[in-house]
T-cell receptor, first 114, second 112 residues
Framework: DAGVTQSPTHLIKTRGQQVTLRCSPK?????VSWYQQALGQGPQFIFQ???????QRGNFPDRFSGHQFPNYSSELNVNALLLGDSALYLC?????????????FGQGTRLTVV | AQSVTQLGSHVSVSEGALVLLRCNYS??????LFWYVQYPNQGLQLLLK??????LVKGINGFEAEFKKSETSFHLTKPSAHMSDAAEYFC??????????FGTGTRLKVLA
């Protein structure tokens, strides 16, 4: 079982550009959540996808969008990048149900905006 | 709204000493609580979780946490620190929709 895999591991973009991050969930999981972890901070919830639809969304602007595919993998897109978008982006997968379902996290994608 | 407060952004202990990392939560519903560990340049690994089955929860690597409703706390402990425990630790609370609310983290340093 490969667990949650994210790609790429590192990325450097210029302000104003667009970026796409990818996530493959743990085998058997159907729910994917994305988190942004700024340096020295805890992860902040961006949004969650289930059955190819956005189920919940955190306090992030519309520049952040996502998608879930029929195989449960997911993408996070960020448009019009700002310097403040530099962070570690974590993908977490889980099985839909009650809140005690353990979420498994990937290694993250380190995005640097210059 | 749910929230988590981790007291102490940095904690230093000697090798072999007790580890105590503090976490207080706020929740309007019975919470599900978690502790995660993050090593440098890595993702988050679950240490343990509270799901209302038992107030004292045992996790991996010798860690445990006790849920105290009266104190709204879920502190993480380990009787004897190892050098390999040096990492950042995050407490999190989850609502029924699986969204996690994380604390700001506590960086644990273990002194030889």
């Amino acid at each position: 079982d490969a667990g949650v895999t994210q790609s790429p591991t590192h990325l450097i973009k210029t302000r104003g550009q667009q970026v796409t991050l990818r996530c493959s969930p743990k085998s058997g999981h159907d729910t994917v959540s994305w988190y942004q972890q700024a340096l020295g901070q805890g992860p902040q919830f961006i949004f969650q996808y289930y059955e190819e639809e956005e189920r919940q969304r955190g306090n992030f602007p519309d520049r952040f969008s996502g998608h879930q595919f029929p195989n449960y993998s997911s993408e996070l897109n960020v448009n019009a990048l700002l310097l403040g978008d530099s962070a570690l982006y974590l993908c977490a997968s889980s099985l839909a149900g009650t809140g005690n379902t353990e979420a498994f996290f990937g290694q993250g994608t380190r995005l640097t905006v210059v | 709204a749910q929230s988590v407060t981790q007291l102490g952004s940095h904690v230093s202990v000697s090798e072999g000493a007790l580890v105590l990392l503090r976490c207080n939560y706020s929740s309007s519903v019975p919470p599900y609580l978690f502790w995660y560990v993050q090593y440098p340049n890595q993702g988050l690994q679950l240490l343990l979780k509270y799901t209302s089955a038992a107030t004292l929860v045992k996790g991996i690597n010798g860690f445990e946490a006790e849920f105290k409703k009266s104190e709204t706390s879920f502190h993480l402990t380990k009787p004897s620190a190892h050098m390999s425990d040096a990492a950042e630790y995050f407490c999190a609370v989850s609502d029924f929709g699986d969204k996690y609310i994380f604390g700001t983290g506590t960086r644990l340093k273990v002194l030889a």
